[in-house]
């Protein structure tokens, strides 16, 4: 079992910034990607970026290449995702995972577990 807590999320106007944490625990050895993914209400959900743990490969999601950026810290268990230069349409609630497998990250079924989510809202 892998355990995810997220957290960071909150209003923010647009073109502020935001970093997101998602702190895990349990086993976490065996844990090869994190991943952010979104949903905002009456959408689909939508895949935001992706770490392969100990490469640290990255992939992210078209609508946020260049104002996000994901990293993790190791020693904490920890993964980040900065949100810059936000938009009205980042609103959702963002969701942290933690696939068991060595996969893309970039779709929701590769993953095992996921958090509770945290809400961002970004006001125009």
């Known amino acids: 079992q892998v355990q995810l807590v997220e957290s960071g999320g909150g209003l923010v106007q647009a073109g502020g910034s935001l970093r997101l944490s998602c702190a895990a625990s349990?086993?976490?050895?065996?844990?090869?990607?994190m991943g952010w993914f979104r949903q905002a209400p009456g959408k689909e959900r939508e895949f935001v970026a992706s770490?392969?743990?100990?490469?640290?490969?990255?992939y992210y999601g078209d609508s946020v290449k260049g104002r996000f950026t994901i990293s993790r810290d190791n020693a904490k268990t920890t993964v980040y995702l900065q949100m810059n230069s936000l938009k009205p349409e980042d609103t959702a609630v963002y969701y942290c995972?933690?696939?068991?497998?060595?996969?893309?990250?970039?779709?929701?079924?590769?993953?095992?577990?996921w958090g509770q989510g945290t809400q961002v809202t970004v006001s125009s």
């Open positions: 995972a933690a696939s068991l497998s060595i996969v893309s990250g970039r779709w929701g079924y590769e993953y095992d577990y």
């Open positions: 349990g086993r976490t050895f065996s844990t090869y990607v």
């Open positions: 770490i392969r743990w100990t490469a640290g490969i990255i």
